[in-house]
């Protein structure tokens, strides 16, 4: 089955695919516990790490229960090489560029590698 038929047309995860392949690098928030992580909406008993592919966006999601995170880069590379892979291995999804109420896109950590890899070769 090809990758479209599992993501559904998204402008935030264009963006966030376009931006990340761009700046060479996505943004998470981390605080002293360690990186933000919430339960999914979309599937029961799966956890989702929330990625944007700006600094800013980011930052203005560290409100309320995430106000201790600050944005924090992460290399492309690390992230598809090492985050995915692992993030795959544990069934958790990723979530991409959610917006100010931290809603959004939640997507298959191999399902977003591979929609980097594809995006890069253009």
């Given amino acids: 089955m090809a990758l ?13 695919v376009q931006r990340a392949l761009d700046e060479r690098e ?18 029961p008993n799966r956890p989702v790490v929330p990625f944007w592919s700006s600094r800013a966006q980011a930052q203005r999601a560290a409100i309320d229960d995430w106000a201790a995170y600050e944005a924090t880069p992460i290399a492309l590379s690390r992230f598809v090489g090492a985050w995915l892979v692992e993030m795959a ?6 979530g991409t560029n959610w917006d100010a109420m931290n809603c959004g896109l939640e997507v298959e950590p191999e399902d977003l590698a591979e929609q980097l890899k594809r995006a890069g070769r253009k």
């Avoid at 479209?4 to 966030?16: E, G, K, M, R």
């Avoid at 998470?28 to 999914?40: E, F, I, K, N, Q």
């Fill in 26 to 43: 996505v943004w998470g928030l981390r605080s002293h516990a360690g990186w933000a992580v919430c339960d999914s909406l979309d599937y």
């Fill in 4 to 16: 479209q038929d599992h993501i559904p047309a998204d402008d935030s995860f264009v963006q966030f």
């Fill in 89 to 94: 291995g544990k069934r958790v999804l990723a």
